[in-house]
C-alpha cells in the first residue's frame, strides 16, 4: 500500500462553466502522475468532500463552493497539507483579489468596488472610467454575465441595476485597458510558465477576448511577466495558478484576473509533472515539520 495517500477533490461543475471536461481533463493527469510517484490518490466531488468523505490529511483540489473553501481553511488550520489553500482559493474571488493586488502593488486596472443598489454614473463619468468591465464581487464567477462589458456609463449602471435583480452585492469595475490579451499559466517555485494570445489560438470562455481584438504581438518582457505572476502567487497564496494581462501599446503589462487551478487546456502534458512535482515537494516539507 502507498504510504502517502492524498484526497483530490475535483471542482463543482457549476463552476467549471463550458470547461468541465478541461479541468477533470488536468486534475485526473496530475492524480495519475502521483500514483507513479507511488501516491495513493482517491479522488472525490466537492459534495461528498463537503459531506465528510475525504479522511486524508493531504488534499489536492479545485474548489470553488463557498463550503468546501470553508471546510479547506478549517482542515488547513488544523495541520493538513491543503493545495491551493482554502484562504488562497477565497483570495481569487473578485474584491479579495483587487483590494490585495492593488494593495501588494501589482500592476492592476484602476478599480472601485461598489455595491449594485448604487447609482455610479457620475463617478465613472468624473473619473473618465468608461468602457469598463464589471466582474461579481463575492465569489467566483459561474455565469457569462458574471463578468460584463460596459461601453459606456448608462450601460454600466444597467448592468450594476442587472446584478442587484440577480442577487449579486457587490460589483467590481475595472477599468478597460486597450492592448493585447495574454492567458498565462504557472506553477510556484517551478520553471513551469506558459503564455498565449487565446483569441489567436482560438481559446475562450465566454468570447470576452474578442473585445480586445485579435493581438499586435506588441513587445514584452515575458521575464517581466513571469515575475509580476510570480508576486502575484505569493501574496494570494496560490500556488498552482494561471491568469489574463493586458500589454499595453508602450510595454506595460497588467494582471486583469488570477485564477487558483485553472484548466491548463493548451499545457496540460507539460504542467503536470510540474504540479506533481510541486505537491510532492510540499508534502516532504510538511511531513519534515
Not at 187 to 212: C, M, R
Request: proline share 4%; glycine share 6%; net charge neutral.
Amino acid at each position: 500500500m502507498a504510504e502517502t495517500k492524498i484526497a483530490g477533490v475535483m471542482r463543482a461543475g457549476a463552476y467549471s462553466p463550458n470547461h468541465i471536461g478541461n479541468d477533470a481533463a488536468i486534475f485526473n493527469v496530475v492524480a495519475e502522475q502521483l500514483r507513479k510517484r507511488g501516491c495513493e490518490v482517491n479522488i472525490y466531488s466537492e459534495e461528498q468532500f463537503i459531506a465528510g468523505a475525504a479522511q486524508e490529511r493531504i488534499i489536492i483540489n479545485m474548489c470553488r463552493e463557498a463550503r468546501s473553501v470553508a471546510l479547506l481553511q478549517r482542515l488547513e488550520d488544523e495541520g493538513a497539507l491543503v493545495i491551493n489553500s482554502g484562504y488562497g482559493i477565497e483570495n481569487c474571488t473578485r474584491e479579495r483579489m483587487t483590494r490585495i493586488l492593488l494593495g501588494s502593488n501589482i500592476p492592476y486596472p484602476e478599480s472601485i468596488i461598489v455595491n449594485t443598489d448604487q447609482a455610479i454614473r457620475e463617478r465613472l463619468d468624473s473619473t473618465r472610467m468608461s468602457p469598463c468591465w464589471i466582474k461579481k464581487a463575492e465569489s467566483h464567477s459561474m455565469h457569462k454575465e458574471d463578468v460584463s462589458y460596459a461601453r459606456h456609463t448608462e450601460e454600466a449602471q444597467e448592468v450594476l441595476q442587472e446584478y442587484f435583480l440577480r442577487g449579486i452585492k457587490r460589483a467590481v469595475i475595472n477599468r478597460h485597458l486597450p492592448g493585447d490579451l495574454i492567458k498565462f499559466y504557472g506553477v510556484a517555485d517551478s520553471p513551469f510558465f506558459y503564455w498565449f494570445y487565446p483569441l489567436q489560438e482560438g481559446h475562450s470562455k465566454y468570447g470576452a477576448e474578442a473585445i480586445n481584438g485579435m493581438p499586435a504581438n506588441l513587445p514584452f518582457s515575458v521575464e517581466k511577466l513571469r515575475a509580476i505572476c510570480a508576486k502575484c502567487s505569493e501574496v494570494l497564496d496560490v500556488k498552482i495558478y494561471g491568469g489574463d494581462c493586458i500589454v499595453s501599446p508602450e510595454g506595460d503589462i497588467r494582471i486583469i484576473d488570477f485564477n487558483d487551478w485553472p484548466s491548463f487546456a493548451p499545457c496540460r502534458a507539460e504542467a503536470a509533472p510540474h504540479i506533481a512535482r510541486h505537491i510532492m515537494n510540499a508534502i516532504k516539507r510538511h511531513t519534515a515539520k
